[in-house]
Nanobody, 118 residues
Framework: QVQLVESGGGLVQAGGSLRLSCAAS????????MAWFRQASGKEREFVAT????????YYAESVKERFTISREKAKNTVSLQMSSLKPEDTAMYYC???????????WGQGTQVTVSS
């Protein structure tokens, strides 16, 4: 069992920045990757960014490239998402997810709300 707890969401004006964090606990020894997803009201959940646990390689959705940065701290089992130049369309519930090596994100956090006002 893996537990994920997100923090750092809030209300910010367009053009501003926020930093989300996610702490993993439990059976994290086989972590292959951690990621952020988001779900806006009335829309499907979408991929935002992922970081490969072993080598730190990162991948982003086109909509957030050059604005968001995902990073990991292996010793603390945490992943962060630095979000800059935020837009109203970034408003969503942001979820942390973990891939334990089964090529699927099988653990999810409860989510943290990000609201960007215009």
């Amino acid at each position: 069992q893996v537990q994920l707890v997100e923090s750092g969401g809030g209300l910010v004006q367009a053009g501003g920045s926020l930093r989300l964090s996610c702490a993993a606990s439990g059976r994290t020894f086989s972590t292959a990757a951690m990621a952020w997803f988001r779900q806006a009201s009335g829309k499907e959940r979408e991929f935002v960014a992922t970081v490969i646990w072993s080598n730190g390689n990162t991948y982003y959705a086109e909509s957030v490239k050059e604005r968001f940065t995902i990073s990991r701290e292996k010793a603390k089992n945490t992943v962060s998402l630095q979000m800059s130049s935020l837009k109203p369309e970034d408003t969503a519930m942001y979820y942390c997810a973990l891939d334990s090596g089964d090529y699927a994100y099988d653990s999810w956090g409860q989510g943290t709300q990000v609201t960007v006002s215009s």
